[in-house]
């Protein structure tokens, strides 16, 4: 996979945890953990735009694009 999800990143920045951002955008925190780790194939746009609202961020700073040779 091409693309990385730095949520955890953000998550740190902000000083949040990951369970208070799963219940501010209505996921499970076994969702929300899927998700940071890259083990779901794609996500809603309507959960991208809560995550951003909640976080106050735009989705290219929780996504990040490497090319194959430099991802490993």
């Known amino acids: 996979m091409a ?5 955890d990143v953000m998550l740190a920045h902000r000083k949040m945890k990951s369970k208070d951002l799963a219940a501010a955008i209505g996921v499970t925190e076994a969702n929300l953990s899927k998700l940071k780790s890259g083990h779901m194939k794609g996500v809603k746009f309507e959960t991208l735009d809560k995550i951003c609202d909640v976080l106050d961020c735009q989705p290219g700073d929780l996504m990040e694009f490497r090319r194959e040779a430099e991802a490993d």
Not at 3 to 7: N, Y
């Open 3 to 7: 693309i990385f999800l730095r949520l």
